[in-house]
């Protein structure tokens, strides 16, 4: 059997550049399985039911590499468990060196098979860590300029300070204190204990 893996790091990025090289090899819908998810770890659902649909002799296809993981030794240690425990094959799109139904023929074929793997595997971990380490000089240097990193703060309405004072004195009860404020609960208690 012939299964496909795709994998976006976000909910809200698509997957049909990769779903329509899936198609290419003949896989429906039913036969790939997509992760919405950071490749970091291989704690992925879909990729998950995938792998414990896996036989020996089946083959699973990925677009690239870092679509698999992005950890250099978990792509390893997983590549491992995939071909050797499960025995079934790999084919990457995009490498196509990368093609374990050409490595057993040869030992030779299995030497440059496994190179190339762990030559992608560390281009792949070492592009996640260039991204953290940019994205961490990015929010250093924003702070640098006085940018306000997260969420923005919260301003109070106006009237919060005399409701919640009459609400602390029992005047009025929560329920009435969060229609005359228009807030949610959780965020009038947060502040509310500021105030008494």
């Known amino acids: ?19 329509e090289e899936m198609r290419k090899y003949g896989l429906t819908h039913n036969y790939i399985y ?9 704690e992925r659902k879909s990729y998950q039911r995938l792998k414990r649909r896996l036989k020996k002799n089946d083959l699973l296809i990925v677009k690239s590499i870092d679509r698999l ?3 250099y030794d978990m792509i390893i240690n997983e590549w491992y468990d995939l071909t050797k425990k499960i025995e079934c094959d790999i084919f990457v799109i995009d490498f196509p060196l990368l093609d374990t139904r050409i490595e057993g023929k040869n030992l030779m074929g299995k030497f440059i098979s496994d190179l190339v793997l762990q030559i992608l595997s560390f281009v792949a971990q070492n592009e996640r860590e260039t ?15 006085g940018v306000h990193m997260g969420r923005p703060k919260y301003i109070l309405p106006n009237n919060f300070e005399e409701v919640v004072t009459r609400y602390h004195s029992k005047e009025i009860t929560h329920t009435t204190a969060l229609e005359i404020l228009k807030m ?9 204990k500021m105030y008494k």
């Not at 997509?34 to 291989?42: A, L, N, R, T």
């Open 184 to 192: 949610n609960r959780g965020t009038f208690f947060k502040y509310a």
């Open 1 to 19: 059997m012939t299964y496909g893996y795709v994998r976006v790091s976000s909910q809200t990025q698509n997957t049909a550049r990769q779903m």
């Open 69 to 71: 993981g992005r950890n």
């Open 131 to 145: 991204i953290r380490q940019r994205q961490k000089e990015g929010i250093r240097l924003a702070k640098e300029r």
């Open 34 to 42: 997509v992760d919405k998810q950071s490749g970091k770890d291989f």
